[in-house]
């Protein structure tokens, strides 16, 4: 089986996503909403996407939301740089990954190493979870095998 034909395999553990990504006034917050819902792609639900403040938010507790994450960071060999940013971030029970918005609304995903990476900013998915190292370890293996 391929690299790009991997299944996706549930959490070890349960976990909560969010995804933020701030909302420009020069943007048409329905294709922000496209850029959550392109990353979120495989979701077994779709996301309800909220507005707080200046931001575009998705909330859940559904892990196929990371489907698309999954799964694409396996078929383009990026998990040592998506290992490094999970291990960078992760806080006692939380972690995040930031992503180009504008390449996320054209189906790709691009890895940002900083929020400001994007110019309109990025879309941050934050993952929660008790057992954090298990989520990281499942997300991003430092091997395939």
């Known amino acids: 089986m391929g690299r790009s034909e991997l299944k996706f395999e549930p959490p070890p553990a349960s976990i909560k ?3 933020e990504t701030p909302l420009n006034p020069s943007e048409d917050p329905e294709k922000v909403a496209t850029a959550i819902r392109n990353l979120t792609e ?11 403040k200046n931001c575009l938010v998705a909330e859940t507790e559904d892990p196929t939301a990371l489907s698309n994450i999954y799964q694409k960071i396996r078929a383009r060999l990026s998990l ?3 290992r490094k940013h999970l291990r960078r971030n ?3 029970k939380s972690t995040s990954l930031c992503f180009n918005k504008q390449a996320a609304y054209a ?8 929020e400001t990476e994007s110019p ?3 879309l941050k998915v934050i993952i ?8 990281i370890d499942w ?7």
């Open 17 to 19: 996503i969010r995804i």
């Open 128 to 135: 929660r979870s008790r057992d954090l190292d298990k989520i």
């Open 120 to 122: 309109l900013g990025a």
């Open 42 to 52: 495989g979701a077994a639900a779709e996301l309800t996407i909220t507005k707080e």
């Open 107 to 114: 189906k790709t995903l691009n890895i940002c190493e900083e």
């Open 80 to 82: 040592g740089v998506a």
């Open 90 to 92: 992760a806080s006692k």
């Open 139 to 145: 997300l991003a293996p430092q091997q395939l095998e």
